[in-house]
T-cell receptor, first 114, second 113 residues
Framework: GNSVTQMEGPVTLSEEAFLTINCTYT??????LFWYVQYPGEGLQLLLKATKADDKGSNKGFEATYRKETTSFHLEKGSVQVSDSAVYFCALSGSGGSNYKLTFGKGTLLTVNP | DAGITQSPRHKVTETGTPVTLRCHQTENHRYMYWYRQDPGHGLRLIHY???????DKGEVSDGYSVSRSKTEDFLLTLESATSSQTSVYFC????????????FGSGTRLTVV
């Protein structure tokens, strides 16, 4: 079945540092890939997405590229801010028997210190 | 989030009592979902709906039931609450998974004492 593996963290960085959160997946067919962000006490929000191989999703300075050859969708940001502190979830859309739901990784807690 | 609201936002209830959580959407989306979020377990799907009166089980459906009598409302009921059901519950909606993924509600924090 479909699965998503992401680095569990926690990840702690200083402000203006470079961020990478790794995400790899296993899926049949051609899923869409997503990154969601969850700020403390809130629901998950869509951060960015990519719907086909080699697409790059971007939003708020974050980027991720859909790499089918390495089955990866790593999240990057060149210079993090304290306000980026949150939990980040990688997800993929289902296909075949799982085409009714998203499959999520377990989340990565990011803390950015001033 | 705009277009999807959950109620109540917080609830404390006693073991053995029934509890109903409500998810309301104004987006006219076909698909609705209930998840629970617990430390160490991430998000786990409880039940989902693919239309009015069309529902199915997720991976952790024991002890929960759902109903969807109209497009905009999806109710989650704990028939007899247990302490293991203390959690944060999220509702999500979707019209096209591949194109847009989910939109999540703000969550309901449920404590069973």
């Amino acid at each position: 079945g479909n699965s998503v593996t992401q680095m569990e963290g926690p990840v702690t960085l200083s402000e203006e540092a470079f961020l990478t959160i790794n995400c790899t997946y296993t899926a049949t067919g051609y899923p869409s890939l997503f990154w969601y962000v969850q700020y403390p006490g809130e629901g998950l929000q869509l951060l960015l997405k990519a719907t086909k191989a080699d697409d790059k999703g971007s939003n708020k300075g974050f980027e991720a590229t859909y790499r089918k050859e390495t089955t990866s969708f790593h999240l990057e940001k060149g210079s993090v801010q304290v306000s980026d502190s949150a939990v980040y979830f990688c997800a993929l859309s289902g296909s075949g028997g799982s085409n009714y739901k998203l499959t999520f990784g377990k989340g990565t807690l990011l803390t950015v210190n001033p | 989030d705009a277009g999807i609201t959950q109620s109540p936002r917080h609830k404390v209830t006693e073991t053995g009592t029934p509890v109903t959580l409500r998810c309301h959407q104004t987006e006219n989306h076909r698909y609705m979902y209930w998840y629970r979020q617990d430390p160490g377990h991430g998000l786990r799907l409880i039940h989902y709906s693919y239309g009015v009166k069309d529902t199915d089980k997720g991976e952790v459906s024991d002890g929960y039931s759902v109903s969807r009598s109209k497009t905009e409302d999806f109710l989650l009921t704990l028939e007899s609450a247990t302490s293991s059901q203390t959690s944060v519950y999220f509702c999500a909606i979707s019209e096209s998974l591949e194109d847009y993924g989910y939109t999540f509600g703000s969550g309901t924090r449920l404590t069973v004492v």
